[in-house]
């Protein structure tokens, strides 16, 4: 069965600093592979996403993250942190076949940034 | 664009009373849309998958009889918690799929807290 697994479920960093926030996917086929961002209360917002060709994808707010079949990852990073991301991070795989398409969530990261 | 809203945005109903909540698709037609729970501190656990016009499709675990969907246009569905009890409080997110080919991503809604009391 599909899954998605990230293996921090708490995150501090300094503002200013890079962020690395891990994601591991288990799928049988090449997966489509996404990155979302959720702040308190709030819905989720799509940062980037994976489908196919180059595994560095670029997302929004200073955003990318890299595929990497060999290790089943797709890690999202950022080279400078804002005191805004601060937030709860969510990767998911897309159970891609027939009708559906469902999206199958990790359990998050909540990124907590300090002054 | 792909803007999705939920309505209401909070609810607070007393045990037993039956709650709906509105997941619509502002400026795209969406043939799927999906139901998802979030517990605190938690992940979204999809709970129903909501087809245009034909029933809807519940995961595993999820009670049809309580959580009645129903997606009658292509810009519109609605989660009717029924009977609801404490247990039922959560956030419950909805999204949608963009209708025709290419329609690999989902774009959700705010979400609708609910508490039981």
């Known amino acids: 069965a599909q899954s998605v697994t990230q293996p921090d479920i708490h995150i501090t960093v300094s503002e200013g600093a890079s962020l690395e926030l891990r994601c591991n996917y288990s799928?049988?086929?090449?997966?489509?592979l996404f990155w979302y961002v959720q702040s308190p209360g709030q819905g989720l917002q799509l940062l980037l996403k994976?489908?196919?060709?180059?595994?560095l994808v670029q997302g929004i707010k200073g955003f990318e993250a890299e595929f990497k079949r060999s290790q089943s990852s797709f890690n999202l990073r950022k080279p400078s942190v804002h005191w805004s991301d601060a937030a709860e991070y969510f990767c998911?795989?897309?159970?891609?076949?027939?009708?559906?398409?469902?999206?199958?969530f990790g359990t998050g990261t909540l990124l907590a940034v300090q002054p | 664009g792909a803007v999705v809203s939920q309505h209401p945005s909070r609810v607070i109903c007393k045990s037993g009373t039956s709650v709906k909540i509105e997941c619509r698709s502002l400026?795209?037609?969406?043939?799927?849309m999906f139901w998802y729970r979030q517990f605190p501190k938690k992940s979204l656990m999809l709970m129903a998958t909501?087809?245009?016009?034909?029933?809807?499709?519940?995961e595993q675990g999820v009670e049809k009889d309580k959580f009645l969907i129903n997606h009658a246009s292509l810009t519109l569905s609605t989660l009717t918690v029924t009977s609801a009890h404490p247990e039922d409080s959560s956030f419950y997110i909805c999204?949608?799929?963009?209708?025709?080919?290419?329609?690999?991503?989902?774009?959700f809604g705010p979400g609708t807290r609910l508490t039981v009391l």
């Open positions: 999204s949608a799929r963009v209708a025709g080919a290419g329609g690999n991503e989902q774009f």
């Open positions: 799928y049988g086929a090449t997966p489509y």
């Open positions: 909501s087809n245009e016009g034909s029933k809807a499709t519940y």
């Open positions: 994976y489908f196919s060709g180059d595994t």
């Open positions: 400026d795209f037609q969406a043939t799927t």
């Open positions: 998911a795989v897309m159970n891609y076949g027939g009708a559906t398409n469902k999206l199958i």
